[in-house]
C-alpha cells in the first residue's frame, strides 16, 4: 500500500493529531461546516441502533459536531469526517478521545459510518491510520477502543482488528454497558503484530 501521509500537525504535550490520508479514506479534522454533508450520509436509522445518541435532525447533528469541536478545544478529543476518495463524498465520523497526555494512552471511539461501506475497506483502513498516527507518530503506549455489549457486529469488527479483549464495564457511559479492548505500543509493532495484520487485511482487500 501508499506511505500513510500526515499532514499539518497539533500537537498536545507529545501526543499529536492531524489530517491524515490513505488509499481510500481522508481523515479530515471536523469543522462544523462538515455537519451538512454527515447528516445526509447518516439518515439510516442502523447506525444508532447501538449507540448511544440518536441523531434525526440536521440541528441535531449540528449540536453533535459543535459538541465534539468543543471537546477538541478542550484537548480532550480530536474528531474526524471520514471522506472516501472512491465515493468523493464524507461517510462518517470517527475521534481520539479520553486523550491523557501523562500516560500516553488515548481511546478510539464514536465511529459510525452510512451502511453503503459497511463491510469494505473502509473502516480497516480508518483504524490503519488512526492507530499509525497514534503509536507512530503520537508515541501512545496504549490505545483503547470500546463498543456497548449489544453491538455484536463492532465486536467483531474490533477483533478482527487484534485487539485484545479486556472485559466489561457496567453502567460506564449513559447507563449502557461496554466491551473494552486494548492494543498496546508491543502489539503494535513487530512481526505478526497488528500493524502487520492491518497491513496484510488492505492487501488482500
Known amino acids: 500500500m501508499n506511505m500513510v501521509r500526515f499532514g499539518r500537525t497539533r500537537e498536545w504535550d507529545g501526543m499529536q493529531f492531524t489530517r491524515v490520508d490513505g488509499n481510500r479514506v481522508s481523515l479530515i479534522p471536523l469543522e462544523a461546516e462538515h455537519a451538512e454533508a454527515l447528516f445526509e450520509c447518516s439518515r439510516f436509522p442502523e447506525i444508532w441502533e447501538h449507540l448511544p445518541v440518536r441523531i434525526r435532525t440536521l440541528d441535531e447533528m449540528r449540536s453533535f459536531v459543535q459538541a465534539a469541536i468543543e471537546e477538541k478545544e478542550r484537548g480532550d478529543q480530536f474528531p474526524y469526517a471520514i471522506y472516501d476518495k472512491q465515493l468523493s463524498r464524507l461517510v462518517g465520523m470517527t475521534r481520539y478521545l479520553r486523550i491523557s497526555r501523562a500516560n500516553r494512552n488515548l481511546n478510539i471511539g464514536w465511529t459510525w459510518y452510512t451502511p453503503e461501506v459497511w463491510r469494505t475497506a473502509v473502516n480497516t483502513e480508518c483504524k490503519y491510520l488512526l492507530l499509525s498516527q497514534a503509536f507512530e507518530v503520537g508515541g501512545a503506549v496504549r490505545v483503547e477502543l470500546i463498543t456497548t455489549t ?11 482488528l487484534g485487539a485484545a479483549r479486556e472485559g466489561v464495564l457496567r453502567k460506564k457511559y449513559y447507563g449502557l454497558d ?28
Do not use: T
Not at 449489544?150 to 478482527?160: G, M, P
Not at 473494552?180 to 488482500?204: F, P, T
Open 178 to 205: 461496554y466491551v473494552v479492548y486494548s492494543i498496546i505500543d508491543e502489539d503494535w509493532y513487530g512481526d505478526g503484530g497488528v500493524k502487520a495484520r492491518l497491513e496484510g487485511m488492505l492487501a488482500g482487500e
Open 150 to 160: 449489544s453491538h455484536s457486529r463492532s465486536q467483531r469488527a474490533i477483533e478482527r
